[in-house]
């Protein structure tokens, strides 16, 4: 395998990046469809934190915050 600076601006069909965790690191690489590879930087692996111990939402919080005060005071109801 061959390290490389510079990817090429145009890859063939079937090429594919392919990344392989071992460990704490991250090696990466680019297949060709005919077999040639191109070895790039490792890296460091990123380390992921269970969603379900923080407080997660799918609204960012600074919209929250303006639909609650947007929000109508309730209706009277009839007299």
Known sequence: MRK???????FPEGTKYVL??????VHRFVEFPNGR?????DRKAVSCVCAEL???????A?????RRS???APALAPA
């Open 4 to 10: 490389s600076t510079r990817l090429p601006t145009r």
């Open 20 to 25: 392989e965790a071992r460990g704490g690191v």
């Open 37 to 41: 590879r191109l070895v790039l930087k």
């Open 54 to 60: 923080q407080e997660v939402s799918i609204v960012p």
């Open 62 to 66: 600074a919209q929250t915050e303006t």
């Open 70 to 72: 947007r929000r109508r």
